[in-house]
């Protein structure tokens, strides 16, 4: 090697060194960037999980209030049905000589007027935030309670009106005479009436026990 490739080597590695300290300085420079930006990205991620499990809690919060309002109803309304259906009942058990000496029927059918409480559960929902219920079995209890047994809950009510109301017309037909309960159409309606009333009691008792599971299954949320 002669002395000017000797020289240009040392010049090499002069510079170098002098590099050197400015490479460590970017690169540590670098990694608090990445860092700080990595942190950011945490805190804000966990302020956004923060912020949308707390809006979890308040929806589950209002949620209990509903369905403890629900299971109110739907125990007041299995009572009426109950009451209603053994008065059909015991219509049914007359005979010819006791419908005679009855006379005149009053009747005093109520109809179901009771609402599902979902205004809370529909306007969650519709947020697309129900996902954000963590407890993947309180949130599939939630919505089979609202989008099957309520719904079909919903529609055995529309029938026992429908078909009470259909009761009421057939007595009325006849000025109400209990003499109308020789009807065999009308004796099928009463006995379609109680059928419903059996299924619909059956509905509101596992309602009522899927409400209670769901509001036990919050605690501790």
């Given at each position: 090697m002669n002395n000017?490739?000797?020289?240009?080597?040392?010049?090499?590695?002069?510079?170098?060194?002098?590099?050197?300290?400015?490479?460590?300085?970017?690169?540590?420079?670098?990694?608090v960037i990445v860092f700080s930006v990595y942190v950011s990205i945490w805190l804000t991620n966990r302020s956004q999980y923060n912020m949308e499990q707390e809006e979890a809690r308040a929806f589950l919060s209002d949620l209990k209030n509903d369905l403890?309002?629900?299971?109110?109803?739907?125990?007041?309304?299995?009572?009426?049905?109950?009451?209603?259906?053994?008065?059909?009942?015991?219509?049914?058990?007359?005979?010819?000589?006791?419908?005679?000496?009855?006379?005149?029927?009053?009747?005093?059918?109520?109809?179901?007027?009771?609402?599902n409480i979902e205004a809370n559960y529909e306007g969650f929902k519709s947020s697309g935030k129900i996902g954000n219920i963590e407890k993947r079995k309180l949130k599939n209890d939630i919505l089979s309670y609202y989008q099957e047994h309520m719904s079909v809950t919903t529609e055995m009510e529309k029938d026992i009106n429908s078909t009470k109301k259909d009761i009421i017309e057939l007595f009325g037909k006849n000025n109400f005479n209990a003499n109308s309960l020789s009807d065999p159409y009308l004796r099928t309606k009463m006995n379609l009436y109680i059928g419903i009333v059996n299924s619909l009691a059956k509905a509101y008792d596992d309602d009522i026990k899927l409400a209670k599971t769901i509001i036990n299954e919050m605690k501790g949320y």
């Open positions: 000017t490739d000797s020289s240009s080597l040392d010049s090499s590695k002069q510079s170098f060194k002098k590099l050197l300290p400015q490479l460590k300085r970017v690169t540590i420079e670098i990694i403890e309002v629900d299971i109110h109803n739907m125990k007041d309304e299995k009572a009426k049905i109950e009451e209603s259906k053994n008065g059909i009942s015991s219509l049914l058990k007359l005979s010819k000589k006791q419908m005679e000496e009855v006379g005149y029927i009053d009747m005093k059918i109520q109809f179901n007027t009771r609402r």
